[in-house]
T-cell receptor
Framework: SQTIHQWPATLVQPVGSPLSLECTVEGTSNPNLYWYRQAAGRGLQLLFYSVGIGQISSEVPQNLSASRPQDRQFILSSKKLLLSDSGFYLC?????????????FGPGTRLTVL | QKEVEQNSGPLSVPEGAIASLNCTYSDRGSQSFFWYRQYSGKSPELIMSIYSNGDKEDGRFTAQLNKASQYVSLLIRDSQPSDSATYLCAVNRKIYNQGGKLIFGQGTELSVKP
């Protein structure tokens, strides 16, 4: 069966510091991968998605970036965090073989920027 | 008009009753629809997928889709306190050759009272 991991689970960072969040998927090959952010009391905002190694599509222009160095690894980064970057960051995957785009979420990283 | 709209709630039902959650969407070309359950502080969990007009049942859950009215709903029979959560409606926006992107509603908070 497929499993998706995210770490760290929680993170407290000062404004202006860098960020690196990692997501890995087990039990599947060539997945579509997604990064979402959920601000407190708000809906899910799609940040980036990737259909393959090195292929990244950005949904929201901001100080975040994403990379996919391996088939089942997806990394979210920032060089300098802003207060507005606080939120619940969720990684998700879907199968490229099935066209309906059922997405399955990881446990998430709760980021607080102070 | 938002692409996917849900009543934010909270929706309060007594234990054992039927909870009815509603969602409307704006893109007539949408083909895939999903319901996610999100407990407070946790990541969303996929509970139902529906692709064809009509009803789809899975245990106590029934998803209903009416593409002509651009309406999808989730019924929870014999509601239990453990069903208390936020329910997110998601609609797939097709991207050629890439599966698609899920557009989420803001979620409906359900509270089941013992």
């Amino acid at each position: 069966s497929q499993t998706i991991h995210q770490w760290p689970a929680t993170l407290v960072q000062p404004v202006g510091s860098p960020l690196s969040l990692e997501c890995t998927v087990e039990g599947t090959s060539n997945p579509n991968l997604y990064w979402y952010r959920q601000a407190a009391g708000r809906g899910l905002q799609l940040l980036f998605y990737s259909v393959g190694i090195g292929q990244i599509s950005s949904e929201v222009p901001q100080n975040l970036s994403a990379s996919r160095p391996q088939d089942r690894q997806f990394i979210l980064s920032s060089k300098k965090l802003l207060l507005s970057d606080s939120g619940f960051y969720l990684c998700a995957w879907s199968s490229r073989l099935v066209g309906h785009n059922e997405q399955f979420f990881g446990p998430g990283t709760r980021l607080t920027v102070l | 008009q938002k692409e996917v709209e849900q009543n934010s709630g909270p929706l309060s039902v007594p234990e054992g009753a039927i909870a009815s959650l509603n969602c409307t969407y704006s893109d007539r070309g949408s083909q895939s629809f999903f319901w996610y359950r999100q407990y407070s502080g946790k990541s969303p969990e996929l509970i139902m997928s529906i692709y064809s007009n009509g009803d789809k049942e899975d245990g106590r859950f029934t998803a209903q889709l009416n593409k002509a009215s651009q309406y999808v709903s989730l019924l929870i029979r014999d509601s239990q306190p453990s069903d208390s959560a936020t329910y997110l409606c998601a609609v797939n926006r097709k991207i050629y050759n890439q599966g698609g992107k899920l557009i989420f509603g803001q979620g409906t908070e359900l509270s089941v009272k013992p």
